[in-house]
């Protein structure tokens, strides 16, 4: 029904059964053609069709989920061998210089004994010829 046509009929109801009544029989009219009005089947079809498409979006969401925690799972376990990597390296730096400082102990102990067996000599050696000096 074009809108001229309604207003026609809306003009000859208001002639024939007063402008309330017509008003109010025009407002049971859709505001467009009987072909545009959806029926039960149409939204039954509607419904089934959208979650038919919310379903499908829904498994393409979860297949994306499911990689990206396989990306953050892969990502997590190489992060993990490297710190893994980086505490067996800090490890062996820690032997590295426990071992330096036990080597460096031994070496200046070996001085500290030269040294003193050094003096000690010096000592003996000033210390006779003082003594026989002094005799």
Do not use: C, H
């Not at 419904?47 to 892969?74: H, N, P, V, W």
């Amino acid at each position: 029904m074009t809108e001229t046509q309604r207003t026609t009929l809306y003009n000859q109801l208001t002639n024939t059964i007063g402008q309330e009544a017509a008003r109010t029989l025009m407002e049971q009219l859709p505001p467009m053609g009987w072909d545009q009005v959806a029926t039960k089947e149409d939204v039954k079809a509607s419904g089934k069709m959208f979650l038919g498409e919310l379903k499908e979006t829904e498994g393409r969401l979860m297949i994306q989920i499911a990689d990206s925690e396989s990306r953050q799972g892969a990502r997590i376990d190489e992060t993990n061998s490297r710190i893994d990597e980086t505490n067996r390296e800090l490890s062996e730096l820690k032997d590295e210089v426990r071992n330096g400082f036990a080597d460096l102990k031994l070496a200046l102990a070996k001085q500290i004994r030269w040294v003193a067996a050094v003096l000690l000599g010096f000592a003996v050696s000033m210390a006779i010829p003082l003594t026989v000096a002094l005799l």
